[in-house]
C-alpha cells in the first residue's frame, strides 16, 4: 500500500485500454460499468453540523471519461464534487460519511494530506480566480508553492497554456496582469493554472456559468481536447453542456425533510449520458430533462 502523506505520490493506475481513452462524447460507445475507474464513491453521506446534506451517494469515475453532475439547485452536486478533493475540509462544520477512493485508496483516511490530494485532483471553480499576479505567475505559483521539480519553468508554462488552448492569444503578454483578461481567457487561465500541477483528475465546478456562449464553445472544446490526459467531473445546471461534453451523467434532486424543510441531496440515477438523456429508468429523471421540474 502507498503511503498517501503529503511528501508521497498518488499511484496513476495502469494506463487504459485505447479504446476506453479515445471515443465520442455523450458515452454513445461506452461500456455499462466505467473501466479502471480512477475514483469511486462509497456511501458517501454529508453533513453539515446537523445538517445532513447529501444522503448515500454511490458514483464510479471512468479514467479518460467525462462524467456530468446535474440536478436543480441544492441537490448536493457541489457538495459531492469538493468531497472529491477535500475541499469541504474547508468549511466550519463539514463532516464526510463512507468512503472517497483515489485508485482504490481512502483519500480520507488519517495518514493522508489533502494538499496532497489536491496536487492529484485539481479544481476549476464556477468563477475564474486568477491571482492577483501576472499570467506567467498566475501558472508558476503551483508548482513553485508545491516543490515540484520542474526543468524549465518557462517550458512549463507554456504546456500548461497551450494544453489550455490560450497560448496563442497570451504568449506576448505573460509579464501582464492576468486581470486584463476576458472572462473567458481567465477561466481558460485557471484551468492551465490546474494542469501546471500535473493532476489526474479535474474538476469542474459550473465553469461555463459565468461565460459568454462563444467563451463556453471554447470551454466545451476544452474538456474533449483533455479527456485525453484526464478525468474530468463536471457540475452543471446546463443540460444541453452536459449532453454535449460528457460521457455519463449523474442526475441528482433534493429530497426535503417535512418538519425541517431542509433539503437532503440524493442520487437518483447515474448512466452512460445517451441513456440519461434518451431512455432515463427513473421517472424523476425524465421529469427534470424534459422540464417537468426544476
Known amino acids: ?130 491571482f492577483p499576479k501576472s499570467i506567467y505567475d498566475n501558472i508558476a505559483y503551483g508548482p513553485r508553492v508545491t516543490g515540484m521539480k520542474v526543468e524549465s519553468m518557462d517550458d512549463l508554462v507554456e504546456e500548461s497554456l497551450r494544453s489550455a488552448a490560450l497560448w496563442d492569444e497570451v504568449k506576448d503578454k505573460l509579464k501582464q496582469s492576468a486581470f486584463g483578461l476576458s472572462g473567458g481567457q481567465q477561466q481558460r487561465l485557471c484551468i492551465a493554472r490546474t494542469i501546471a500541477t500535473k493532476p489526474d483528475v479535474i474538476l469542474m465546478d459550473e465553469p461555463c456559468s459565468s461565460l459568454d456562449p462563444i467563451a463556453t464553445s471554447k470551454i466545451e472544446d476544452l474538456m474533449q481536447q483533455l479527456r485525453s490526459d484526464y478525468t474530468i467531473i463536471i457540475v452543471t445546471h446546463n443540460m444541453q453542456q452536459a449532453a454535449r461534453v460528457s460521457d455519463r451523467t449523474a442526475f441528482f434532486t433534493a429530497r426535503p425533510d417535512e418538519t425541517t424543510g431542509n433539503r437532503t441531496g440524493l442520487l437518483v440515477e447515474f448512466d452512460r449520458t445517451t441513456v440519461i438523456f434518451e431512455n432515463p429508468t427513473d421517472p424523476r429523471t425524465n421529469d427534470y430533462i424534459t422540464g417537468r421540474f426544476g
Request: glycine share 8%; with cysteine.
Open 1 to 130: 500500500m502507498t503511503n498517501l502523506r503529503a511528501s508521497s505520490h498518488f499511484p496513476v493506475g495502469a494506463p487504459a485500454d485505447s479504446a476506453h481513452r479515445f471515443h465520442a462524447g455523450n458515452g454513445s460507445e461506452l461500456p455499462e460499468v466505467p473501466p479502471l475507474p480512477v475514483m469511486r464513491v462509497d456511501n458517501l453521506n454529508v453533513y453539515y453540523n446537523d445538517f445532513h446534506a447529501v444522503y448515500d451517494v454511490n458514483l464510479a469515475f471512468g479514467r479518460h471519461e467525462i462524467t456530468a453532475m446535474i440536478g436543480p439547485s441544492g441537490c448536493g452536486k457541489s457538495t459531492v464534487l469538493r468531497c472529491l478533493n477535500r475541499m469541504n475540509d474547508l468549511v466550519p462544520g463539514a463532516r464526510v460519511e463512507g468512503e472517497v477512493t483515489y485508485h482504490d485508496q481512502d483519500i480520507y483516511a488519517a495518514k493522508v494530506d489533502p494538499i496532497a490530494v489536491r496536487q492529484h485532483i485539481g479544481m476549476v471553480f464556477q468563477k475564474p480566480n486568477p
